[in-house]
């Protein structure tokens, strides 16, 4: 079966010819299958968001290529990916629009990759397909459809940029520790809410994370990042088997220099 998404030498610099240049990826080589659920874990300055951002089309690789379904998007725009590729960030306010209602983000959402013209933004069959997708979530924003996104808790928000991610029928879903900014229990109303969509949906997922317990929990593959590079990439039985000990062990024994940093970091 051929990989959905696939890199190839991809290789990204910031301040590229300046005395602060950062190899933000370095040469990466990676293929995702169609449905993988890859949790990719990793200290500050690994690459795991410029990873992200290359896939969104947010950060053009310098070298290399990127390829969604068989088709090169390395250079593409990020309008020209939006109908299929979804990305949460990781504050509540870059995914929704404040000022706007729930039901004006969900159907800004639903027409994101489409033709658009002059009409009527939410009308009585959308606002009721907006309450039939917000009431399995359990925040009681279905009751709340014309209230402004910016008076939202930020655990709701995430929660309505989760749907807003997948409503028009995105098959890539990318997430941007988009967990990092809530507290554990709205986190784990969030994660649970995840985890949902992406089974009834089937969406092909790349999600970052802190948390290497969540990292370990789920999806069915796990990577790791150091230095641009994926240094760990466990799948199966392998990855089942995972404890927090053995993964921080997997990383210091993969990679190299001074790791006193991100010993503190990975252990927490």
Known sequence: MNPVLTFRGVTKYFLRGTPNQVK????????????????VIGSNGAGKSTL????????MPDEGTVAFEGRDITRQPVYRRA?????IAQDPHESTCAAMTIEENLAMAEKRGKRRGLGIAVTGPSRARYRAALAPIGLGLEARLAVRVGTLSGGQRQALALLMATLSGSRL????????????KTAGIVMALTA?????????????????QDAIRWG???????AGRIVIDVSGEA??????????????????????????LLAR
Do not use: Q, W, Y
């Not at 933000?24 to 949790?39: K, Q, R, S």
């Not at 949902?196 to 290497?212: C, F, G």
């Not at 069915?220 to 150091?226: E, K, Y």
């Not at 990855?239 to 006193?260: I, M, N, R, Y």
């Open 83 to 87: 109908h299929a590729i979804g990305r």
């Open 196 to 212: 949902r969509l992406v089974a009834e949906r089937r969406l092909t997922t790349l999600m970052i994370t802190h948390n290497m």
């Open 24 to 39: 933000a990826l370095d040469a990466v080589d990676l293929d995702v299958a169609e449905g993988d659920f890859v949790t």
């Open 173 to 184: 879903l990318l997430l941007d520790e988009h967990l990092a900014a809530l507290d554990p």
């Open 239 to 264: 990855k089942s088997a995972l404890t927090v000990p053995s993964l921080v062990a997997k990383f210091h024994a993969a990679s190299p220099g001074d790791l006193t940093e991100d010993r503190v």
């Open 52 to 59: 992200i951002r290359a896939v969104s089309g947010l950060a």
């Open 220 to 226: 069915n593959r796990l990577l790791m990042m150091h």
